[in-house]
Antibody, heavy 120, light 113 residues
Framework: EIQLQQSGPELVKPGASVKVSCKAS????????MYWVKQSHGKSLEWIGY????????SYNQKFKGKATLTVDKSSSTAFMHLNSLTSEDSAVYYC?????????????WGQGTSVTVSS | DVVMTQTPLSLPVSLGDQASISCRSS???????????LHWYLQKPGQSPKLLIY???NRFSGVPDRFSGSGSGTDFTLKISRVEAEDLGVYFC??????????FGGGTKLEIK
C-alpha cells in the first residue's frame, strides 16, 4: 500500500523555522517526484515546489523561493520541507504528494497534511 | 501563471442527482506533446485531497464510474452521475501543462440541498 506519512503539527514563533517530514512507503521512492502544496485556512491549494529524489533536483514556485527548501534522505525514503523566517502568513496545512511525472503529471497520492501555526 | 477558474463556488444537490462542475483555464492546456494535463481532486472534510480524474477524462484507480471528466482547450467539466453521500466535499481542478508552475482552481463545495 502506497503511503505518505507526514510529521505532526507544529506551533512555532514568528521569525523561527520549521522542518516538515514526509516518509514514503509502498513504492520505489526515487522513481517519483515529491511535491509540496500549501493550503491556507481550508481554502485553495498552492504548489510550493518539487524535488526529484533520484538526484535531488528541485523546482520552486517563484513565490516560495527563499521561503522553502526541499531535501530528501534516500536511505529512509523521506522528503523534507524547511520553512524559514516564519510569519502569520505561513500558518497553513502543508501536504506532500507524489506525482506520476512522465505519464499523468498528476499528484496521485497525498500525505495526511501537517498543520503549521505561527504564533507568539 | 495559468489561472484556473471554477464554477460554481457552491453546489447544493440532492442525493441521487447529477452534479456538474466547470473549470476554465486562462490559457489552453494542450501541451506541445498533444496531451492535456487537467486533473480533478476531491477533498473530503478533514482529509487530504484525493485524485479522481487525470488528463481530462481518465479515472484514477478505485474511482467509481459515476465520475466522468470531459473538455478540451480551456473548458473542462466534471460530472457526477448520481451523487452519493460519500461524494460530498470540495472539488479542485488543477493543471500541470504549463510547468514548472502547477496551479489549482479555487474549489467547488458539493453539499446537500
Amino acid at each position: 500500500e502506497i503511503q505518505l506519512q507526514q510529521s505532526g503539527p507544529e506551533l512555532v514563533k514568528p521569525g523561527a523555522s520549521v522542518k516538515v517530514s514526509c516518509k514514503a512507503s509502498g513504492y520505489s521512492f526515487t522513481d517519483y517526484n515529491m511535491y509540496w502544496v500549501k493550503q491556507s485556512h481550508g481554502k485553495s491549494l498552492e504548489w510550493i515546489g518539487y524535488i526529484d529524489p533520484y538526484n535531488g533536483g528541485t523546482s520552486y514556485n517563484q513565490k516560495f523561493k527563499g521561503k522553502a527548501t526541499l531535501t530528501v534522505d534516500k536511505s529512509s525514503s523521506t522528503a523534507f520541507m524547511h520553512l524559514n523566517s516564519l510569519t502569520s502568513e505561513d500558518s497553513a496545512v502543508y501536504y506532500c504528494a507524489r506525482s506520476e511525472d512522465g505519464y499523468s503529471y498528476a499528484m496521485d497520492y497525498w500525505g495526511q497534511g501537517t498543520s503549521v501555526t505561527v504564533s507568539s | 501563471d495559468v489561472v484556473m477558474t471554477q464554477t460554481p463556488l457552491s453546489l447544493p444537490v440532492s442525493l441521487g442527482d447529477q452534479a456538474s462542475i466547470s473549470c476554465r483555464s486562462s490559457q489552453s492546456l494542450v501541451h506541445s506533446n498533444g496531451n492535456t494535463y487537467l486533473h480533478w481532486y476531491l477533498q473530503k472534510p478533514g482529509q487530504s485531497p484525493k485524485l479522481l480524474i487525470y488528463k481530462v477524462s481518465n479515472r484514477f484507480s478505485g474511482v467509481p464510474d459515476r465520475f466522468s471528466g470531459s473538455g478540451s482547450g480551456t473548458d473542462f467539466t466534471l460530472k457526477i452521475s448520481r451523487v452519493e453521500a460519500e461524494d460530498l466535499g470540495v472539488y479542485f481542478c488543477s493543471q500541470s501543462t504549463h510547468v514548472p508552475t502547477w496551479t489549482f482552481g479555487g474549489g467547488t463545495k458539493l453539499e446537500i440541498k
